[in-house]
């Protein structure tokens, strides 16, 4: 459901005051991923990733951000494909604000999508919504992040679909856990010890496609992925510091792979 005015008001609020005292100014990107950040966790390697397949689709791909929000991972992808664009339902995020709305993002319903894109991202489903068939029936590439226990009607397996690959990243909210834990909240080390070895990492990457492209999506990420690890965004520094490295491997048992490893379906 879209956000009240004073929701909206009352959140940009705290912000301020978490910015007079926070400690890194990369921390709000995942205490306030609304305003700041994105639902998911990122490193370069996921927007290369997406950006190697979407390549590998057409020399010059079209590209769309369902439910892009303010745009923070699209930015990301803009810079290797400017023409990629955005669709957000509530443009009371941009309007009632007084933010200004870039141009390349479009105010209205996923159900809406009216052209076919070489890819879509779905970065954020809301619980209740599922725009799956207008998705499905724009593209032959889906990116989707699936938040466990959160997103719901995220997966493309019924749309004659094929999930190529998939991988682990934290949410926001596991990076939050940690930046609370270990900066702003005062306990014992050893309890803050204990709780770092249940740290999870519950959001999912799934790389979908039309069977008749499975082999050319496949190909791109393997060969991506091969030239990883690459340069990094400054912001990734707090993912290290919190415990999630890249390729690190949690102690807990419900997240037994590396993070950001490359699982082929």
């Not at 009352?10 to 005292?21: E, P, V, W, Y």
């Not at 509530?90 to 159900?111: C, M, N, T, V």
């Not at 919504?129 to 009607?153: C, H, K, Y």
Request: aromatic content about 14%; glycine content about 6%.
């Amino acid at each position: 459901m879209p956000f009240s005015l004073e929701d909206l008001r009352k959140a940009r609020q705290a912000l301020t005051q978490f910015r007079s005292t926070s400690l890194s100014p990369h921390h709000e990107r995942y205490s306030f991923p609304f305003f700041a950040g994105s639902y998911f966790a990122y490193r370069k390697v996921d927007v290369l990733r997406v950006v190697a397949i979407a390549r590998a689709i057409s020399p010059s791909p079209s590209y769309l951000d369902v439910g892009c929000g303010y745009a923070d991972f699209l930015k990301c992808i803009r810079e290797f494909i400017p023409s990629a664009e955005g669709i957000e339902k509530d443009g009371g995020i941009f309007y009632g604000l007084g933010i200004a709305k870039p141009e390349y993002i479009r105010i209205a319903d996923a159900h809406w999508i009216d052209k076919k894109y070489d890819m879509i991202f779905v970065g954020w489903m809301e619980p209740g919504q599922d725009f799956r068939d207008p998705v499905a029936r724009e593209t032959d590439v889906i990116v989707t992040t699936l938040d466990q226990g959160i997103s719901l009607a995220a997966e493309f397996d019924g749309h004659d679909f094929r999930k190529v690959a998939w991988w682990r990243t934290p949410s926001w909210e596991d990076v939050n856990t940690e930046i609370m834990n270990r900066i702003y909240t005062k306990m014992p080390d050893d309890r803050r010890a204990g709780l770092t070895k249940m740290r999870g990492a519950h959001n999912l990457w799934y790389i979908y496609s039309r069977p008749a492209k499975a082999g050319i999506v496949k190909e791109a990420l393997r060969k991506q992925a091969e030239q990883e690890p690459v340069d990094s965004y400054d912001f990734e520094n707090v993912l290290d510091e919190c415990g999630y490295a890249y390729l690190q491997k949690l102690e807990n048992l419900a997240a037994p792979e590396p993070l950001w490893q490359v699982q082929w379906d």
